[in-house]
Every structure is written in C-alpha cells, then in structure tokens.
C-alpha cells in the first residue's frame, strides 16, 4: 500500500524534485503550490508516470485557511498524510539589513516561518497517536544561511531558516513519543530558480560554486535525496536532526 506525502512549493525546484523522488518511492503525491497551474500539471503528470496518484492544490502557505484547505484536500481525495515535506519558502529582496523593506521581512516570516508551522500543526492533528493517527514524519527545509547568516545580502532569510531549525528541534521533542519525528534539512545553494524570482541574486550559484569544496553547487534531487532519507524509515532514530547538506560550506 503506497504512503501519502503532502510537498510545499513542489511546482519547481527542490519541490519538484523530492515529489517525483517520493513518486517513486512509493508515495501518493499532494502537492502545493502557488500560483504556476502549468508548471504543478506537468509534476503531477510526472508522479503519475511512476505509479503514483497525485493531486495539486494551489494555496498560500502563509496564509492558514488556505494550509488547512491543502490538508483537506488530501483526507478527501488520497487519505491522511504520512509525510510532510515544508518546502516552500521565499529568499526575500537581497538586502543589508539597514536598508530591508518591512513588507519583505514580513513576507519571508510568514512564507519560510508562519507556513511552516501552519504545515507542520495540520500535519501533527492528523498523525498524532495523541488524536488516533498512526505517526509518521515531518521535513522541514532549511539552509545552510541559518548558521553562516548571509550577511550584506540575506540576513533576514538566514535568520527566518534558524527559526524553523529551532521550531524543528522543539516540535520533534514534543511529538517524539505520538510517532512523529521532526528533522530539518539545512541545504547548501541549489541550481534552482529560487535564485532568479523575487529579488533573488541570480549570480548566487556561481560565486557559490567558486568557495564550495565540490567546486559547484547541489542540484535540486541531491537535496531530494537528503529529504527523502530524513522522510523514510532508514532514519527511524533520526530526530530532532539539523542534516547538513551544504558541499562543504
């Protein structure tokens, strides 16, 4: 019997990636995403081709009512959730802090931080021995940002990433015991196009790839990977786990 995952931001990137990964995997696929239609039917025709049922529901996970309808979406049309992958997430204007637009930290607090825990709450009413479910897990995206701070480019980025780090080790300790594990993966820069919407830095991946230890950066199913190990049985005693996925920066 296929697994049920629910994806965030699984149109594109990292997102796309660990959806099609988990296809395979065995999991029935719902994914979220926010505005591309086009881009969300060609990953469900994907996951489709391996076998998998899939839905796409397009909603904000800044906003709540929209995270619940996500959930909803999936009792009604796949079943109750057995993986969560919190994925999507804004990097905000590139700016030094002293010259940081208010509605630009609110927006990468509320995507990166307020959708996580949205997701993540949802998530626990449902596989929570605590309410009848049956356990499961829950993986949270980080970045390597959280620990190096991004400074004169990303530091309101860098700080939303250690928050769902520090969210991620305290909701893993609260729910150890209802079956839930709770892990986070702190990614290294992705060639992703996260680097060329929103403000982003499209030269990011380049200057990169000129200090990593590999001498490039991660592509978006080496990250996929790291997700889906946290996310399987393999890492039954990984809990409260911060992986490093990062090239060696």
Same mark, same amino acid.
């Given at each position: 019997?296929?697994?049920?995952?629910?994806?965030?931001?699984?149109?594109?990137?990292?997102?796309?990636?660990?959806? =099609? &990964?988990?296809?395979?995997?065995?999991?029935?696929?719902?994914?979220?995403?926010?505005?591309?239609?086009? +881009?969300?039917? =060609?990953? $469900?025709?994907?996951?489709?081709?391996?076998?998998?049922?899939?839905?796409?529901?397009?909603?904000?996970?800044? $906003?709540?009512?929209?995270?619940?309808? &996500?959930?909803?979406?999936?009792?009604?049309?796949?079943?109750?959730?057995?993986?969560?992958?919190?994925?999507?997430?804004?990097?905000?204007?590139?700016?030094?802090?002293?010259?940081?637009?208010?509605? %630009?930290?609110?927006?990468?607090?509320?995507?990166?931080?307020?959708?996580?825990?949205?997701?993540?709450?949802?998530?626990?009413? +449902?596989?929570?021995?605590?309410?009848?479910?049956?356990?499961?897990?829950? $993986?949270?995206? @980080?970045?390597?940002?959280?620990?190096?701070?991004?400074?004169?480019?990303?530091?309101?980025?860098?700080?939303?990433?250690?928050?769902?780090?520090?969210?991620?080790?305290?909701?893993?300790? =609260?729910?150890?015991?209802?079956?839930?594990?709770?892990? @986070?993966?702190?990614?290294?820069?992705?060639?992703?196009? %996260?680097?060329?919407?929103?403000?982003?830095?499209?030269?990011?991946?380049?200057?990169?790839?000129?200090?990593?230890?590999?001498?490039? $950066?991660?592509?978006?199913?080496?990250?996929?990977?790291?997700?889906?190990?946290?996310?399987?049985?393999?890492? @039954?005693?990984?809990?409260?786990?911060?992986?490093?996925?990062?090239?060696?920066?």
């Amino acid at each position: 019997m296929r697994k049920i995952a629910i994806i965030t931001g699984a149109s594109r990137g990292i997102g796309a990636a660990t959806a =099609e &990964l988990a296809a395979k995997s065995g999991y029935d696929i719902c994914l979220n995403y926010l505005s591309n239609d086009a +881009r969300a039917a =060609e990953v $469900v025709a994907t996951c489709e081709g391996h076998g998998a049922r899939a839905i796409a529901v397009r909603g904000d996970v800044a $906003v709540e009512a929209d995270v619940e309808a &996500l959930f909803e979406a999936c009792d009604a049309e796949l079943g109750a959730v057995d993986l969560l992958v919190n994925n999507a997430g804004i990097i905000g204007q590139a700016s030094r802090v002293d010259g940081l637009p208010a509605e %630009v930290l609110q927006q990468t607090f509320a995507v990166n931080v307020f959708g996580t825990i949205y997701c993540a709450r949802q998530a626990a009413l +449902r596989m929570s021995s605590k309410y009848g479910g049956e356990g499961g897990a829950i $993986v949270n995206l @980080s970045s390597i940002a959280a620990t190096i701070g991004s400074a004169g480019e990303y530091v309101h980025y860098a700080a939303s990433k250690g928050a769902v780090d520090s969210f991620t080790i305290g909701m893993a300790r =609260e729910v150890g015991r209802e079956g839930i594990r709770v892990n @986070s993966v702190q990614a290294g820069t992705a060639d992703t196009e %996260v680097h060329t919407i929103g403000g982003g830095n499209p030269d990011r991946p380049a200057m990169v790839a000129a200090t990593s230890a590999l001498g490039r $950066v991660a592509t978006a199913h080496e990250i996929a990977e790291a997700i889906m190990w946290l996310g399987s049985d393999k890492a @039954s005693y990984a809990t409260g786990t911060i992986l490093r996925v990062g090239g060696g920066l």
